[in-house]
């Protein structure tokens, strides 16, 4: 059977592809852009988005397990229901949904509310699916490796309770075992929620000190004050979407985001290999610096 993955051209689709492919899936991708996606000869590619019906329509003929990944974007809960109902109107049940990890608790964070919503839709309307729930994606942080690298200072405020990043090419990895699971099983089964970690909980400060480990050099933990980072995010994306990460920033402040006992070794046992650690990832960064 095929399985569809939207965000198949994203930091994580992409994974979710490639392990897809090398397992000897049949895959189909929801791409904008056909004819310029990078993406392995054997997807099959159907063009248009989330909120394109007729391309959905088309997108879902023959499709036995959907991977529902959405940008943070201003209607990407709408997005995400109108998937959902055209799917259930096409006979699919089996699901994957790229969540975030706390949606239930981040209750004032635009796009973790909005995630939280999609998942009760999958429960009320009784999807047989998975719920991934991942923390910060470490992956995030090459977008201000410039400023860790240029200035010395890394500047995101994680604060002290700590992050337990995760890498977007073990999420792919997990994402794309779980598809496998789901769209191999005889039966439809109930919704399940997965916590997706990294190996270790780091707080800015914690971070700040990997890397003066691995560059050698002082790197200052910039501080915890949100509102010069929702400033220098204007400068790239919608103000509303800076407010947005703003809010989250606020809750890494008071709340942090925590695995619960037993993610860690049970994500290891599920890859069958240690998860990829933020000083990996650090590393690997310098080295190509």
Not at 169 to 173: M, N, P, T
Not at 196 to 213: Q, R
Not at 225 to 242: G, I, K, S, V, Y
């Given at each position: 059977m095929t399985i569809l993955v939207t965000g198949a051209t994203g930091t994580v689709g992409r994974h979710v592809i490639h392990h897809l492919i090398a397992r000897g899936a049949t895959v189909r991708a929801l791409v904008r852009h056909p004819d310029t996606a990078q993406l392995p000869d054997a997807v099959e590619r159907v063009q248009g988005d989330l909120l394109d019906l007729d391309a959905l329509r088309e997108a879902f003929k023959?499709?036995?397990?959907?991977?529902?990944?959405?940008?943070?974007?201003?209607?990407?809960?709408?997005?995400?229901?109108?998937?959902?109902n055209v799917a259930r109107d096409a006979g699919v049940q089996r699901v994957v949904y790229l969540s975030v990890i706390h949606a239930d608790r981040y209750v004032n964070v635009p796009h973790f509310a909005g995630k939280f919503?999609?998942?009760?839709?999958?429960?009320?309307?009784?999807?047989?699916?998975?719920?991934?729930?991942?923390a910060y994606f470490m992956d995030n942080d090459l977008t201000i490796k410039d400023v860790?690298?240029?200035?010395g200072v890394y500047p995101m405020p994680v604060g002290s309770k700590g992050l337990a990043m995760i890498d977007a090419?073990?999420?792919?990895?997990i994402?794309?075992?779980?598809?496998?699971?789901?769209d191999q099983a005889v039966h439809d089964s109930a919704?399940?929620?997965?916590?997706?970690?990294?190996?270790?909980?780091?707080?800015?400060?914690?971070?700040?000190?990997?890397?003066?480990?691995?560059?050698?050099?002082?790197?200052a933990y910039g501080g915890d004050?949100?509102?010069?980072?929702?400033?220098?995010?204007?400068?790239?994306?919608?103000?509303?979407?800076?407010y947005d990460m703003r809010q989250m920033a606020e809750r890494f402040l008071?709340?942090?985001?925590?695995?619960?006992?037993?993610?860690?070794?049970?994500?290891?046992?599920?890859?069958?290999?240690?998860?990829?650690?933020?000083?990996?990832?650090?590393s690997a960064v310098a080295a190509t610096a």
């Open positions: 023959g499709v036995s397990t959907l991977f529902l990944l959405n940008a943070v974007v201003a209607d990407e809960f709408t997005q995400a229901l109108i998937t959902l919503g999609v998942e009760r839709m999958l429960e009320q309307m009784g999807f047989s699916a998975t719920v991934l729930r991942p860790v690298l240029g200035y090419a073990d999420i792919g990895e994402a794309a075992l779980e598809l496998l699971s789901r919704l399940t929620r997965i916590n997706l970690v990294g190996p270790d909980t780091l707080t800015g400060v914690d971070i700040a000190g990997i890397w003066s480990e691995v560059l050698g050099r002082t790197i004050d949100t509102a010069p980072f929702e400033q220098n995010l204007r400068r790239f994306m919608p103000a509303w979407m800076a008071s709340d942090g985001m925590l695995p619960e006992a037993g993610d860690v070794a049970r994500l290891t046992r599920r890859l069958g290999r240690p998860l990829r650690s933020y000083r990996d990832f650090a």
